[in-house]
C-alpha cells in the first residue's frame, strides 16, 4: 500500500451514507488536459506512490504529459484486478503451483505464493462444436468438454481452494470477456486495505489486465484494462507492477448516427480498418465528441474489443450516462452505481463533450458513412465492402489453389428437400444442367469442375472452392450485443417464413457469450427461428473463434481434403488467421451475424447479396437478402420487450457455483499441489531447476544457429500451439506413447498445462512458412512445423521439435528471423514459453507486437530488431548461417545497450561464395524493469527471488 503522498493527494468521498478514501487526481498540476485513459494511470500512480517503484517524478511526468513527444518514461501501473480464461490461466495455476515448490527450495515461505490482486478465471475455451445442428449439441458438447478435460478442471478447483482471491466461472457459463463487461467489471473498484493498522474502505477505477488480448473489450465500459502475458499475469497477481512507457494517446472523435442496414459489426471493421491503416500499435485509444453519447453500450465494447486487431494497447470509452444505464440493466446494486457516478465526476473521469482533453494524434469517424463489411480472408483488418465481397473473393481464391484457375460455385436451390443430382436446378428442370461462372482476372482462366459430394441419406450436391463450410455466429465481439444477435434471429426467422433452408454442406453454429443471451432469445421465440437454420447451441464459450469448431461436415471434410479444395468459414468473431478456424478451411472471413446467417443461405463466398438470390420461396419466387433484412425498429422493439435486468440478476446471481458436474468433480486438498507423473494435462514445468538466488551472468549470443527465417505478419497463432493436435507431428507422437488414443488428443489449448506436450507444439501451426526450408525443396514454400537441422549431415528437413532436441544436445543456441509485426495477434503466452523451452536465445525482426516482445523478455529471450529500412532478405542472410550475438554483457553492469553486434558467417550448408554478414541489432528491451527480468532469466524468476529475499 501506498506509503508516500507527496501531493497531498488522499481525500474522502461520501456516496449515498458510506465513506471512501481517494486520491484525488486535481492535485497534480496538468491534470485537466489529460485524456480519461490518463488520468486513469494518473490515479494509481498517486494511490501507489511509494517513492521507490512509484515516485513523485513519474507522477509529475504524467501531469506534464507532452501528447506531442514519443514514450520515453516509464511508470509502474497496478492494475485492480486479473482476469483470465482457462486456456492462458491454466499455465498461470500451474506456474503458481510450482512457485509454491520453488519457493520452499530456496528457503522461503510457500503461502506467500498467492494472488496480491483479485484473480477471475472464466472456463470458455474448451468446449468443443462436435455436435451440431441438433437439439441435444449444447448437452452432448458439454458431456464431451468434462470428459476432455476433468483433470484440468480439477486442478482449477483445487487452485480455487488452495489460493486466496483466485475465483472461477466454471464452464458452460459463456464468454470470459462478455461475463467481465456483464458481472465481474465494477468500473469503480471499492475495496477494504489496510492503512497503518486500520482497514478503511477505499475507492478507485476498476483496471485489469488480462491473459487474453481481448481483455480491451471492458474499455467500452469505461474500464482501463489490456492483455498481457500469462507470466506478466502471474506477476500481477503477485503484486508485481506492469513496467510501461507513458504511451501516446489517440483521440478517435466520433460523430453520425449508424444508418438502416448497417450494423455494430460494420462499424468495428471500419474503425479496425482505418486505425491499422493510422499506425496506433503501443498507443491508448480514446473515443470522443458528441457523437460518444449516441453509440450504445454494447457497439462500445463490440469496438474495444477489437483493440488489438488494429494494434492499440487499449481503446477506451469514458464514463458517462450510457455507461449507468448499462451498469443497472446488467443488474449492478444502485449503490455501486452511484459510486460510479459519483466518483468519475469527482474526478473529473466523467465524459464532457465541450471538453476535449489533448491527444497525440486525431482522427474522425462519421457513423453515417459505414457501409456493410467483411473482413478477410487471412486478417481482421483486411476490410471488404459486402458489395465488393464476391469480386475480392474472385481475386484472393487465386492464391488458396493449386492450380491458377477460376473456381465458381454453382447456383443453388434452396428448396426444403435437395435432389439426388447435380444442384442449380430449379423445380421442374429437365436438363439438370450447372450454371458456371469464367472469372475474368487479366489472363486466360477455366471454370474449375465441381466436386460431386453425396450425403448419407443419399442426396447430392456439388462442392467447388469458396463454398462456405462453417457459418458460426460465434466470439464475445458480438455474442455480447443484443442489436447484432437479434438481427440474426429475426432474418433467420425471416428465411424459414419464406421456406430457406441452410446448405447442406454448412455446419451451422450458435456460441452465445452468455446465458442471458439464451434468455432473450427464448423470450423473443428467436431460439426457434435460428434453430430451423440448424443454428442451435454448440456451448457457451470461444469455440470457432479460437480453432474449437470441431469436425466439419463429413462428407465435406473427405472431399476438401481428396479434392485440395480452398473452402471457407464466415464467422462473427474477431480473429481469422491461417490455420486458426479449422484445419480443412483455408480462407475465414469475419461477418456480422446475421450476415453469417445469410452466408449459410447462400453456401458460398462466390456470391453478390445485390444481384443473387439466396433461392426460392415456396411459391417459387426468388429471395434476395434485401427482402429478409430487419429494420433498426423491429431489431429494437424485440430488445426493448426481450431484455430486462432480472435476466442478468437470475443468471449471475449463482455464477461461481457451476453445474451438478462442477460441483461433484472429485478436489484436491492442500497447500501444495501434488503432481500426477502420469498426467498428460498437468506437469510441473521446468523453469525454476536448477534456480538459485543468485543471478546466472548474462552472455553473449555464440555459434547460434537459425531454427527459422519467416516473413510478415507471424503471428502468435503461427507461434503457439492452437488448435487439433495433428496425427503423425510430435505432439501427438508424445500422447500416443503416452496411452492417449487419437480420439482423445483434445486440443493444444486444453493442454496448455503440459508443457512437454506445448514446446512439442510451438511454430507447429499448418500455415507457418518457414523459408529456411524452401533450399531442400527445389525452392518451392513449405508450410508446416518444418525446419532445416543443421546437427545432421546435409541439413535435411526436420520436425521443428526435433531439430531443437538436437541443436539443445549438442549445446546450439537458436535464433529466429522474422519480418514485420512478429507476434502480433492474441497474447500467448506459450508463443514465448515455447520459444525459450525450445532454446531460441534470440528473435531478430523488422518490427515486434507490443504482448510478444513484453513476453519474450519474460522467458529470458532478447528480442531484436534489424537496422531501419533493412531486413534478413536485404542483408542477404539467408539461415544457414552461424550467428553470434555481443554486447549483451552489458547487462551485467546495469546498462541496456541500445545496439548489439550480429555477426552472421557462411557455414558448410551455405550456398558458395557467400560472405560474412554484419549488422548492428537495435536491442528492444524498452524499459529497466523489462532489463531486470532479462537479466533474472524470465520475470518469473525475478518475482521469486524478490518474495525470498
Known amino acids: 500500500m501506498s506509503t508516500v503522498d507527496s501531493f497531498g493527494a488522499k481525500g474522502t468521498l461520501e456516496v449515498a451514507g458510506t465513506e471512501y478514501e481517494i486520491f484525488r487526481i486535481d492535485r497534480v498540476p496538468g491534470y485537466e488536459k489529460l485524456p480519461f485513459s490518463l488520468k486513469v494511470l494518473l490515479e494509481n500512480l498517486l494511490r501507489t506512490e511509494d517513492g521507490a517503484n512509484v515516485t513523485k517524478a513519474q507522477i509529475e511526468a504524467l501531469g506534464g504529459w507532452n501528447p506531442d513527444a514519443e514514450p520515453d518514461t516509464e511508470i509502474q501501473f497496478t492494475p485492480a484486478r486479473v482476469v483470465m480464461q482457462d486456456f492462458t490461466g491454466v499455465p498461470c495455476i500451474v506456474d503458481l503451483a510450482t512457485m509454491r515448490e520453488a519457493v520452499t527450495a530456496l528457503g522461503g515461505d510457500p503461502n506467500r505464493i498467492n494472488p496480491l490482486s483479485p484473480a477471475e478465471m472464466v472456463i470458455d475455451h474448451s468446449v468443443i462444436a462436435d455436435l451440431f445442428g441438433t437439439p441435444n449439441a449444447l448437452e452432448r458438447n458439454v458431456e464431451i468438454e468434462y470428459e476432455r478435460n476433468g483433470e484440468r478442471y480439477q486442478f482449477l478447483r483445487w487452485g480455487q481452494t488452495a489460493f486466496d482471491d483466485f475465483k472461477v466461472v466454471p464452464p458452460g457459463t459463456g464468454i470470459v470477456h462478455q461475463v467481465n463487461i456483464e458481472h465481474l467489471a465494477k468500473v469503480v473498484y471499492d475495496r477494504e486495505v489496510t492503512v497503518g493498522g486500520d482497514r478503511v474502505l477505499r475507492a478507485y477505477p476498476d483496471t485489469c489486465v488480462g491473459t487474453d488480448s481481448h ?4 474499455n467500452g465500459l469505461g474500464v482501463l484494462g489490456w492483455g498481457v502475458g500469462g507470466i506478466e499475469a502471474e506477476a500481477a497477481m503477485l503484486g508485481q507492477p506492469v513496467s510501461m512507457l507513458i504511451p501516446r494517446v ?23 480498418d482505418m486505425l491499422r491503416k493510422h499506425g496506433v500499435v503501443g498507443k491508448f485509444v480514446e473515443f470522443y465528441g458528441a457523437g460518444v453519447g449516441s453509440v450504445p453500450l454494447a457497439n462500445r465494447a463490440t469496438i474495444g474489443n477489437m483493440s488489438p486487431e488494429f494494434g492499440s494497447t487499449a481503446a477506451i470509452f469514458p464514463i458517462d450516462d450510457v455507461t449507468l444505464d448499462y451498469l443497472r440493466l446488467t443488474g449492478r446494486s444502485e449503490q455501486a452505481v452511484a459510486l460510479v457516478e459519483a466518483y468519475a465526476k469527482e474526478q473529473s473521469l466523467w465524459h464532457d463533450a465541450a471538453n476535449e482533453p489533448s491527444y497525440s494524434e486525431y482522427l474522425e469517424l462519421d457513423l453515417g458513412t459505414v457501409v456493410p463489411s467483411i473482413a478477410g480472408p487471412k486478417r481482421p483488418q483486411d476490410r471488404i465492402l459486402l458489395s465488393e465481397a464476391k469480386e475480392q473473393f474472385e481475386r484472393d481464391i487465386l492464391h488458396y489453389t493449386s492450380s491458377e484457375v477460376s473456381h465458381s460455385i454453382v447456383d443453388l436451390d434452396s428448396r426444403h428437400s435437395f435432389p439426388a443430382s447435380d444442384p442449380g436446378i430449379a423445380p421442374g428442370d429437365e436438363d439438370h444442367e450447372t450454371r458456371e461462372v469464367v472469372i475474368s482476372s487479366g489472363a486466360p482462366h477455366v471454370a474449375s469442375k465441381p466436386v460431386r459430394v453425396t450425403t448419407p441419406e443419399g442426396e447430392a450436391y456439388l462442392l467447388d472452392n469458396g463454398a462456405v463450410t462453417l457459418a458460426a455466429i460465434t466470439s464475445c465481439t458480438n455474442t455480447s450485443n443484443p442489436s447484432v444477435m437479434i438481427a440474426a434471429g429475426l432474418l433467420a426467422k425471416k428465411a424459414v417464413d419464406r421456406g430457406l433452408r441452410r446448405k447442406p454442406w454448412v455446419k451451422t453454429t450458435l456460441g452465445p457469450g452468455s446465458k442471458v443471451v439464451t434468455d432473450y432469445y427464448e423470450k423473443s421465440g428467436l431460439d426457434k ?8 447451441t454448440v456451448g457457451y464459450g470461444c469455440t470457432i473463434c479460437i480453432g474449437n469448431s470441431g469436425p466439419l461436415i463429413d462428407e465435406v471434410s473427405a472431399a476438401i481434403n481428396e479434392h485440395d479444395l480452398a473452402v471457407t468459414a464466415v464467422l462473427s468473431g474477431n480473429r481469422n488467421f ?4 479449422s484445419p480443412d478451411v483455408k480462407m475465414n472471413y469475419l461477418a456480422s451475424p446475421p450476415l453469417v446467417v445469410a452466408y449459410a443461405l447462400a453456401g458460398s463466398m462466390h456470391f453478390d447479396f445485390e444481384t443473387d438470390p439466396l433461392g426460392r420461396d415456396r411459391d417459387g419466387n426468388d429471395v434476395y437478402l434485401r427482402d429478409i433484412w430487419p429494420s433498426p425498429e423491429e431489431v429494437q422493439e424485440i430488445i426493448d420487450s426481450s431484455i430486462s435486468r432480472e435476466q442478468f440478476i437470475k443468471q449471475y446471481a449463482t455464477v461461481f457455483d457451476g453445474d451438478e458436474r462442477w460441483r461433484t468433480l472429485p478436489t484436491p486438498t492442500g497447500p501444495v499441489f501434488e503432481w500426477n507423473e502420469e498426467s498428460t494435462y498437468v506437469r510441473k514445468p521446468p523453469y525454476f531447476d536448477g534456480m538459485t538466488m543468485e543471478l546466472t551472468p548474462v552472455r553473449d549470443i555464440v555459434g547460434a544457429r537459425v531454427m527459422a527465417t519467416l516473413g510478415d505478419s507471424v503471428t502468435t497463432d503461427h507461434i503457439s500451439p492452437a488448435g487439433n493436435i495433428k496425427l503423425g507431428t510430435p505432439a501427438a507422437q508424445y500422447l500416443t506413447a503416452h496411452g492417449v488414443a487419437q ?4 486440443s493444444y489449448g486444453s493442454r496448455r498445462g503440459n508443457h512437454e506436450v506445448m514446446i512439442r507444439g510451438t511454430f507447429a501451426n499448418i500455415r507457418l512458412k518457414n523459408l529456411l526450408v524452401s533450399a531442400v525443396n527445389d525452392g518451392a514454400v513449405v508450410e508446416g512445423g518444418y525446419t532445416r537441422d543443421f546437427t545432421q549431415p546435409g541439413g535435411p528437413q526436420a520436425f521443428i521439435y526435433d531439430a531443437c532436441q538436437n541443436y539443445r544436445e549438442a549445446g546450439i543456441p537458436l535464433v529466429v528471423l522474422g519480418g514485420k509485426e512478429y507476434g502480433s495477434g492474441s497474447s500467448r503466452d506459450w508463443a514465448a514459453k515455447g520459444t525459450s523451452l525450445l532454446g531460441v536465445k534470440a528473435v531478430i525482426t523488422e518490427s515486434f507486437e507490443r504482448i510478444h516482445r513484453s513476453n519474450l523478455i519474460g522467458m529470458g529471450v532478447v528480442p531484436l530488431q534489424f537496422p531501419a529500412g533493412e531486413s534478413w532478405a536485404s542483408l542477404g542472410l539467408d539461415g544457414t548461417e552461424v550467428i553470434s550475438i555481443t554486447g549483451l554483457e552489458q547487462l551485467n553492469a546495469g546498462v541496456t545497450p541500445r545496439t548489439v553486434h550480429v555477426v552472421a558467417e557462411p557455414s558448410e550448408f551455405s550456398p558458395e561464395g557467400k560472405e560474412t554478414v554484419e549488422f548492428d541489432a537495435v536491442v528492444r528491451i524498452d524499459t529497466p524493469g523489462e532489463a531486470d527480468y532479462y537479466r533474472n532469466g524470465g520475470i ?4 521469486l527471488r524478490s518474495l525470498v529475499d
Open 215 to 218: 481483455t480491451t473489450m471492458v
Open 250 to 272: 489517440v483521440g478517435f472523435r466520433l460523430s453520425g448516427e449508424i444508418p438502416a442496414g448497417v450494423t455494430a459489426t460494420d462499424v468495428v471493421l471500419t474503425i479496425t
Open 529 to 536: 427461428a435460428l434453430e430451423g437454420l440448424d443454428f442451435y
Open 578 to 581: 491461417e490455420g486458426r478456424i
Open 743 to 746: 480420439r482423445d488428443f483434445n
Open 940 to 943: 518469473l524468476q525475478y518475482v
